[in-house]
């Protein structure tokens, strides 16, 4: 292991989870960010905030209280038994002062990309790109057996397949990968470590073929915050996406793909037009994604998918499998916002409503929860995020309360705010 430098130290300080502390929150990427703004502003480092005397400042100069930095700052002793529990179990830790970070996250993601991963495996994995690999966790065997056929592609032509860890397409995508004897990167939304020490995965680590990270402590759970924010760390490690089978306008492959497809500039994103085509392929194409080319016989990906992104479009729509009342148009009077709400996939999967049966209220919720997390970049007031999604404070106010007993949202006091809770 390489020895921490103090800017990573500093920073592991600031935002990381370590042991049991609850005297004081972890900052949050939005709140970091605050703080490097103040450093550069006043040309400075990370590592020279583990001077206290200069915290004060700092303080101000960010808006965090001063109470609070020096509380998370002061954490050193914490911090060396982290780091020895993390090193034994052969996972390492980057920050975004260091210089293997991966330069595709900066670039790609700014001020989103994350403050600290932690990972296991080769690391160098990290700068050489490849084929984003997304899908459902309930595709069909045909959605899993086209998955399969490009990862095993993918590893014969020496492309990496970089996917989420999910079950369903991730896996399928990663395990044919690496049966090919190709190479992966998971970003995992919970349980690095868990993940890491599966007979299988340590294969593949120890053949430098298969790199774990995340951005969360290498012991957290699944959030829907955390499975979110995944998303947008899988595109951006790519040079090309890939949807195989993505819902209209619910789960986490649809929200990941639609967020990449509005960033400027994105990288390309392929849909798959092959077989029986979910209704939010189809839809992508209008966001601006590419029908994924066909490879039969071909052995060079990578100019497969460069010339395949000046190929006129495709639309198959005869053989697309849309819902029942997917071509119905939104109401006029329905917020834009609550229109495309995204249902997490990661979710456990519910049983199916008849048609026309009226929602439940925890349906209601669930459709909600992410555009709620998405809108909190910062955090909010109640009234003002009443305003910003057309709703009533007191619905709002309910569906807030239940977020926060749910450890998704963070109820802020003084004044009070909310803000989405980030690991």
Known sequence: ????????????????????????????????????????????????????????????????????????????????????????????????????????????LKEKAPPVLFGVGERSLLQGGGLAIV????????????????????????????SGGARGIDQAAMNAALAAGGRVIGVLAEKLLKN?????????????????????????????????????????????????????????????????????PSRPVFVRLTGSVPAGNLKLLDLGAVEFPSFAGEDAPRAVLSQALDQPLRRPAERAEFPLFESAAPRRDEPARLREAPLVEE??????????RPAEPASIYESVLPVIVATLE???????????????????QAWLKQAVSEKTIRKLARPVRYARREV
């Open 1 to 108: 292991m390489n020895p921490m430098s103090d800017d990573a130290k500093a920073i592991l300080l600031l935002c990381g989870r370590l042991g049991r502390d609850c005297d004081a929150q972890p900052l949050e990427q939005t709140e970091y960010n605050r703080v490097v703004r103040w450093l550069l502003d006043n040309d400075m480092r990370p590592a020279d905030l583990l001077h206290l005397d200069r915290v004060p400042t700092a303080a101000t100069g960010s808006g965090i209280p001063q109470q609070r930095l020096t509380f998370l700052l002061r954490r050193g002793v914490q911090l060396g038994f982290a780091i020895e529990a993390w090193n034994r179990s052969g996972v390492w830790v980057i920050c975004r002062s260091d210089p293997d970070y991966p330069t595709r996250y900066k670039t790609h």
């Open 196 to 264: 890491s020490v599966a007979r299988e995965a340590r294969t593949a680590i120890a053949d430098d073929r298969l790199l774990l990270i995340s951005p969360y402590h290498p012991e957290a759970s699944f959030t829907v915050g955390t499975a979110m924010a995944r998303n947008r760390l899988i595109y951006a490690l790519a040079d090309y996406g890939l949807v195989v089978s993505a819902d209209y306008r619910k789960g986490g492959t649809w929200a990941g793909a639609e967020e990449e497809l509005k960033r400027q």
């Open 347 to 356: 979710n456990p999967p519910q049983k199916s409503s008849p048609a026309l």
């Open 378 to 396: 910062e955090p909010a007031a109640p009234e003002e995020l009443a305003k910003r999604l057309h709703v009533s404070k007191s619905q709002l």
């Open 135 to 162: 899908g459902s966790r309930n595709a069909n065997a045909e959605a899993e057996d086209f998955t399969r056929e490009v990862a095993e592609w993918c590893a014969r032509g020496g492309v990496s397949v970089i």
